[in-house]
C-alpha cells in the first residue's frame, strides 16, 4: 500500500483496533451483540458491478459476521463512521460501526486505505452516492455487504471538494 508499509501494522492501525474493542465493549455492557473485526487487509476493489472497500478478516470472525448478517431477526440499516484525520497523509483511517437498533446488533469494522490507490473507488461512490464495505473471510470467496448512502463520511472534507471541482 504506502510506500510497501502495510497499514496494518502501523501503530495508528493498532491504535483504531484498540478502540473498535472498546466500543465493542460498551455496547456489550449495555446489552448489545457486538463484534469487533480485526482486519487482515483493506483494499479498494473495482470488480464489474462490485465497487468499494474488501475487508479481509479470519475465517472464523467471518462465520460470527455472517451468522449475525443471516439471522431473520437482524437488519442492519444504520452505521457511525468515526473518521481520523490525515493531517495530511495519503493513507486514512476509520472505525465504521454498522448497527441495527432493534435487535440491539453491531458490527465494528476498522478500515484503512491509501487516498492515492482508492480514489476511483471514492469518485465512484460520491457519484452514486454509495459506499460498499466487503467483509470477506481469508480463504473464501463470499462475502457480506454493507452499503453506505454518505460516503463523504470516509473523506476529508477538502477532498470531495476537490473531486467536486474537478
Known amino acids: 500500500m504506502n ?3 502495510n497499514p ?25 451483540d457486538a463484534v469487533a473485526l480485526e482486519p487482515i487487509d483493506v483494499t479498494p476493489v473495482e470488480r464489474g458491478d462490485q465497487s468499494g472497500l474488501d475487508v479481509t478478516i479470519a475465517e472464523s470472525a467471518y462465520d460470527r459476521v455472517a451468522d449475525l448478517v443471516g439471522s431473520d431477526d437482524v437488519s442492519f440499516g ?9 493531517e495530511g497523509e495519503d493513507q486514512r483511517f476509520a472505525l ?6 432493534h435487535s440491539e446488533s453491531a458490527v465494528l469494522v476498522p478500515v ?3 487516498l492515492s490507490e482508492s480514489r ?8 452514486e452516492e454509495e459506499l460498499h464495505i466487503h467483509v470477506r473471510p481469508e480463504a473464501a ?14 473523506l476529508e472534507e477538502s477532498d470531495v471538494r476537490e473531486w467536486n471541482d474537478e
Open 96 to 101: 465504521v460501526v454498522e448497527r441495527d437498533e
Open 141 to 154: 470467496d463470499e462475502w457480506v455487504v454493507f452499503s453506505h448512502d454518505d460516503p463523504s463520511l470516509f
Open 120 to 127: 476511483a473507488v471514492f469518485e465512484r461512490a460520491l457519484h
Open 78 to 86: 444504520d452505521a457511525e463512521v468515526y473518521y481520523r484525520p490525515a
Open 3 to 5: 510506500d510497501g508499509v
Open 8 to 32: 496494518t501494522t502501523t501503530p495508528e492501525w493498532e491504535e483504531l483496533i484498540a478502540d473498535a474493542d472498546g466500543i465493542a465493549a460498551e455496547y456489550r455492557e449495555n446489552g448489545w
Open 112 to 114: 484503512t486505505y491509501a
